[in-house]
């Protein structure tokens, strides 16, 4: 299994919801990242899970709430978004060491409204 | 500050020629590259990657170049084909060991072949 497994691929929420984006992957990768990406632009991360540990948070805002439940997977939780935030999420992961094998998911596309 | 930069934003080329991509880049910590394919609403496509010690490396259709001195890679597409057309995006990495990597992105190039 090469691949990394975003849920859902498109979700629309408003402003007072909360909801959570899935990602999996089986490939053994000890690294878990969350990226953005708005239309026209390059990706930027968010955060990074090693060892199913918290090692980098690039200062985003409290409403997004990342949880690595285990080695496999890893959750976005969401809560009184702003529209600004709508944009394709995407999960990747990676050898953690050596940043080998660094695969993207399809991404979770969000629109709040 | 953009850390990695392509300065070519689109690039026409006919099937069958060579597709060159160019990237740039100002943080000497950077030591491993990697180039992506994408689709719109999809998720980015790993390509070919190079790591700092090597100036070049070989798969397939796709050649990447590295010239550290100069902070540039590239990435060559031999023979370009319709299915080639999409967002090339260049990424960058620092080794952070145990930390997991950062990858830092280009702008991206949007590659058009025609047949």
């Known amino acids: 299994d090469t691949e990394v497994t975003q849920t859902p691929k498109h979700l629309v929420m408003g402003m007072t919801n909360k909801k959570s984006l899935k990602c999996e992957q089986h490939?053994?990768?000890?690294?878990m990242y969350w990226y953005k990406q708005k239309a026209k632009k390059p990706p930027e991360l968010m955060f990074v899970?090693?060892?199913?540990?918290?090692?980098i948070n690039e200062s985003v805002p409290s409403r997004f709430s990342p949880e690595c439940p285990n080695s496999s997977l890893l959750n976005l939780h969401l809560h009184a978004l702003q529209p600004e935030d709508s944009a394709l999420y995407l999960c990747?992961?990676?050898?953690?060491?050596?940043?080998?094998?660094?695969?993207f998911g399809s991404g979770t596309r969000l629109t709040v409204v | 500050d953009q850390q990695v930069k392509q300065n070519s934003p689109s690039l026409s080329v006919q099937e069958g020629r060579i597709s060159i991509l160019n990237c740039d880049y100002t943080?000497?910590?950077?030591?491993?590259f990697l180039w992506y394919k994408k689709y719109p609403a999809e998720g980015p496509t790993f390509l070919i990657s190079?790591?700092?010690?090597?100036d070049k490396n070989e798969d397939g259709r796709f050649t990447v170049f590295l010239n550290k001195s100069a902070k540039h890679l590239s990435l060559h597409i031999v023979p370009s084909q319709p299915g080639d057309s999409a967002v090339y995006f260049c990424?960058?990495?620092?080794?952070?060991?145990?930390?997991?990597?950062?990858?830092?992105f280009g702008g991206g190039t949007r590659v058009l072949v025609k047949p």
């Open positions: 990747a992961s990676s050898q953690a060491r050596t940043g080998y094998g660094y695969t």
């Open positions: 490939m053994g990768h000890r690294a």
């Open positions: 899970y090693s060892y199913e540990k918290l090692s």
């Open positions: 943080n000497s910590m950077f030591d491993y």
């Open positions: 190079i790591s700092s010690i090597k």
């Open positions: 990424a960058a990495s620092e080794r952070w060991e145990a930390a997991g990597n950062k990858l830092t």
